[in-house]
Nanobody, 119 residues
Framework: QVQLVESGGGLVQPGGSLRLSCVAS????????MGWYRQAPGKRRELVAA???????NYADSVKGRFTISRDNGKNTVYLLMNSLKPEDTAVYYC?????????????WGQGTQVTVSS
C-alpha cells in the first residue's frame, strides 16, 4: 500500500509561481511512475505532467515550457514547479503513482491540493 500526500497549493496572482510536493509512503517509491493531474470545476481530470521511474518526463501541451516535474527518490517526493501561472491553471491538483506505469491497475492517488490563480 502506498499513501500520497500533496502540499504546496494556494492562491497566487497571474504570472506567479508555486511548487507542489507529493510525499509517498513506502520503500519502493523509486519504481513507480508518478504524475500530476488536475481537475477544474465542471471539467474532467486531466494529466498535467508525468515522470517515469527512469526520469523521463512528458507534459500536457497547455503547460509545456511553464511547468516542470521532478522527483527525489531519496525523499520519496515528486514535485511540480509551476511558473507563469494563468487563471486557467486554477484546479485541484492530484498526485498519482502507478506501477509500472500510470495506466497500470496498481495505482494510488493523493487527496488533492487546491491551486487558485487570481488577481
Amino acid at each position: 500500500q502506498v499513501q500520497l500526500v500533496e502540499s504546496g497549493g494556494g492562491l497566487v496572482q497571474p504570472g506567479g509561481s508555486l511548487r507542489l510536493s507529493c510525499v509517498a509512503s513506502g520503500r519502493i517509491f523509486s519504481i513507480y511512475a508518478m504524475g500530476w493531474y488536475r481537475q477544474a470545476p465542471g471539467k474532467r481530470r486531466e494529466l498535467v505532467a508525468a515522470i517515469s521511474s527512469g526520469g523521463a518526463t512528458n507534459y500536457a501541451d497547455s503547460v509545456k515550457g511553464r511547468f516542470t516535474i521532478s522527483r527525489d527518490n531519496g525523499k520519496n517526493t515528486v514535485y511540480l514547479l509551476m511558473n507563469s501561472l494563468k487563471p486557467e491553471d486554477t484546479a485541484v491538483y492530484y498526485c498519482k503513482g502507478g506501477y509500472p506505469t500510470l495506466q497500470s491497475a496498481s495505482e494510488y492517488w493523493g487527496q488533492g491540493t487546491q491551486v487558485t490563480v487570481s488577481s
